[in-house]
């Protein structure tokens, strides 16, 4: 089922009292990133992401999604993600409030679930306290038996949703309501009291801390050799570096970018440098390591990870290091999209003992810590 995400953003509300919720920082990010982040995370794609015309400016920093101006009320702006959508013509949408940041993939999986078997799903909480009616005294207790707090994404086969806002006549709350005016039935789906929708100050807070909770923090090791051979000069951290000798390899040798690609790998459990590009493969021989690097970075984006800082260890008695590393630094900074700050270059001999201290190939050893937030 090819499930395509619609996040809805057009709100101007401002009771925060300064700009609208969805663009305040949370965690380093807006509210509306992390929703964006949530849906593809669960396999979303593509996700079309509805802003305000005045927004275009912060909706252009929310990576991997497709944008759409909106329309002047929600209804109008779903509409236009439909819209949007047609072209793809997705099995399924989830349609996704801008200021619900904490969204789990486990929630979307139930919504996914509910709708493999139905027409549309919905996430909802029921109502678990008593319910008063008055305006400053109590006037009346109403039954809260199969009363639900409806939350989204909200989940629909495609083709009807599509026809029903086409055919709606405006002013529905939500798309549920949409669905239910052209006849489509809605399975309930357990909500969650963590997919709170960002709406006053305090609630701020509490995304932060239900997010870093959640965040998921890993380290990955790497370490490659190369023997050393004939030539001029050996590539260190994609720094060419004069030497009396070269090395051995079937791509450019570079034990720096190797040992750091696999610690990488290492980190998203995802295998070895060896598997993703074999060395009997012809298309790698004498290759640029940084392509090695850059398709690990590539792999964590796809999962969600953020590369946050990276640490190698050289050792070889010859060539000197010292002189390159900030060079070094500053190639594998680019590389990863980090701050130079970030890396470490470090270089030891092994004291004369061993394949290293008898000159005879080059060690590195590599440790990249990664963030899932
Ligand atoms: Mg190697």
């Keep these: 089922m090819q499930v395509a995400g619609i ?13 609208p919720k969805q663009w305040r920082d949370l965690n380093g990010q807006s509210v509306a990133a992390h929703a964006a982040a949530a849906l593809a995370q669960a396999g979303v794609s593509p996700i079309v992401f509805v802003h305000h015309p005045d927004d275009a400016v912060h909706a252009a920093l929310i990576p991997g999604v497709t944008l759409t101006p909106g329309g002047a009320t929600r209804a109008e702006s779903v509409r236009a993600g439909l819209e949007a959508l047609e072209a793809h013509a997705p099995d399924a949408v989830l349609i996704h409030d801008a200021a619900r940041p904490c969204l789990s993939s486990d929630l979307v999986t139930r919504v996914l679930n509910g709708l493999s078997q139905s027409e549309a799903a919905a996430p909802a909480v029921a109502v678990t306290d008593a319910l008063w009616r008055g305006a400053s005294t109590v006037e009346g207790i109403e039954p809260r038996e199969n009363l639900w707090r409806a939350q989204t994404p909200q989940g629909f086969r495609f083709a ?61 090791n790497g370490y490659d050799v190369h023997a050393f051979g004939p030539g001029d000069h050996v590539m260190l951290c994609g720094v060419r570096v004069p030497h009396d000798q070269g090395v051995l390899a079937h791509s450019d040798g570079d034990v720096g970018l190797h040992a750091l690609t696999d610690a990488i790998l290492g980190a998203l459990a995802q295998g070895d440098i060896g598997q993703h590009f074999p060395p009997s493969d012809p298309q790698w021989k004498g290759a640029a390591s940084h392509l090695f690097l850059r398709h690990a970075k590539s792999l964590a984006d796809k999962a969600g990870f953020r590369i946050t800082h990276a640490d190698l260890t050289l050792v070889c008695e010859a060539p000197k290091v010292g002189s390159h590393a900030t060079a070094m630094r500053a190639t594998i900074a680019e590389a990863l999209d980090l701050s130079p700050d970030r890396v470490s270059v470090k270089a030891t001999t092994s004291e004369r003992l061993g394949f290293t201290g008898r000159r005879e190939g080059i060690a590195a050893l590599a440790t990249a810590t990664l963030i899932r937030p």
Excluded: C, Q, W, Y
Excluded at 7 to 19: D, E, H, L, N, P
Excluded at 180 to 205: Q, Y
């Design 7 to 19: 996040i809805v953003a057009g709100g101007r509300g401002t009771r925060f009292g300064g700009s």
């Design 160 to 220: 009807p949703i599509l026809a029903a806002h086409r055919a709606h006549s405006g002013g529905a709350l939500d798309d549920v309501e949409v669905a239910r005016a052209a006849g489509l039935s809605v399975t309930i789906v357990p909500g969650d009291e963590d997919n709170l929708k960002v709406t006053h100050p305090g609630d701020l807070s509490r995304a932060a801390r239900i997010l870093e909770n959640r965040m998921d923090v890993r380290t990955g």
